[in-house]
């Protein structure tokens, strides 16, 4: 395990699902899954398309209710939790899609990604006066730091829809750091990317492991990414759990070569 002291591995965990059922009208998209993710690790979870990697994140973030198991974040149950009262708790999500404002530059959406942070009120804001006007100068620092980090300066004031593909992902990514997550889940993170851009990704999702210290769980269909950077990996296929473990444990699993991986991994 790459990034994962003997520590961290026997801390309390950061999330925590178990024995996790859903089901759509009689489409079992999730079928008893258990995992849970440490400080500091990078967790990820694979399967074939439909496997039910989407369900369980939106499991986890609120937007599907399970019908049966416990989800757990930061020691509290968050089930029957709003998705946005899971995110004011430090959970943060990139999706498949891009979703951001493209007409706003690249700080100003990333300046969204700091509203949960925001407490003044709207007159105060209004009259620009004390905690607002302090608060926004913080805001913006760290804003400029998530620049820094992701290595974003030269886009900093042009409208998002007009960078490339490679550089609106990191934008999403740059929006759900400013929510100083506690934990980051990023959906297909290398999609349509091409292979420079892949490997920057891969660089960046590396640094806000080991730097900013932050834990990820990841859905990917790029197995090398994936065995690369994990330090576990899940595997489900029809919702059903076949094996976690490190990324050298689940390529060799029997269930997972024959299943799912076949040739692909060692390759
Ligand atoms: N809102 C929904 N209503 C009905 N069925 C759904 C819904 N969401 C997911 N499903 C079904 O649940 C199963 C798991 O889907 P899910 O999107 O979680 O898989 P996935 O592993 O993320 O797939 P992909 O790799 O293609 O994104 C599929 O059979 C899917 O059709």
Known sequence: MVGMTDQAAHAAPVARLDDVHLSFAGVKAVNGVSFEVRPSELFAIIGPNGAGKTSLFNVLSGVYRPQQGSVEFMGESILGRRPHRIAAMGMARTFQNIALFEHLTVLDNLMLGRHQHITYGFLQAFAWVGTARRQEVEHRQAVEEIVDFLELAQWRSMPVGLLPYGVQKRVELGRALAMEPKLLLLDEPVAGMNQEETEDTARFVLDI????????????????????????VLVVDFGTPIVTGTPDEVQRHPDVVRAYLGSEVGS
């Open 209 to 232: 492991r080991d730097e900013l210290d932050v834990p990820i769980i990841m859905v990917e269909h790029d197995m090398g990414l994936v065995m690369d950077l994990a330090d576990r």
